[in-house]
């Protein structure tokens, strides 16, 4: 029994324990941070394990680039289940195949793009009442600090598309 004890608690220090703290960012901030901003639509995704990290990739079709690139077709997001093992990522955001959004991307030296913050930098692409294109994302539940540290709470963010593109040329000078 004893034994049993002291191998639960070793296995259990040994499992990485994993918590996501988000920054919040503003619409500018993942502005300035993204190296492409684009209008697209998920064709497709598929799961792979990077070292010991899980990531689903998904594919989309852009059909309009606001910042950056083109050429990206694809976004990492941390967590997925591959080969029967599931790894959980608080924050990511699960995207769906068809769905139109725009998309914060950042790709890193590595080559892998991810979305800007997480959920944060990912927008469904909807109409509202006044038949305006507007950009719709709804609160995030992780732990989320504002640039002070302090604890906040996300309230979600819409915006109209035509707004973010003069918000966007505003902030990088085009």
């Known amino acids: ?87 959980l990522a608080a924050g990511s955001p699960a995207l769906a195949k068809g769905q139109d959004y725009v998309i914060f991307l950042w790709t890193g030296r590595s080559g892998m793009t991810q979305v800007i913050g997480l959920s944060q930098g990912l927008f469904t692409v909807m109409q509202n009442d006044l038949n305006e294109t507007v950009l719709v994302r709804g609160p995030i539940g992780s732990l989320m600090l504002d640039r002070a540290g302090r604890v906040i709470s996300d309230s979600g963010v819409t915006l109209k598309l035509a707004d973010l593109r003069s918000q966007i040329k505003k902030t990088v000078g085009q």
Not at 11 to 38: C, F, G, N, Y
Not at 58 to 63: G, L, P, S
């Open 1 to 87: 029994m004893r034994i049993g004890i002291i191998t639960a608690a070793l296995a259990a220090t040994l499992v990485p324990s994993q918590a996501t703290t988000l920054q919040k960012l503003t619409v500018d901030d993942m502005i300035k941070q993204s190296t492409a901003i684009v209008r697209a639509t998920v064709t497709g995704s598929y799961t792979a394990q990077r070292g010991m990290d899980i990531y689903t990739y998904y594919q989309f079709k852009v059909t309009e680039t606001l910042k950056g690139s083109s050429q990206i077709q694809e976004v990492a997001v941390p967590g997925g289940v591959y080969k029967g093992l599931q790894q």
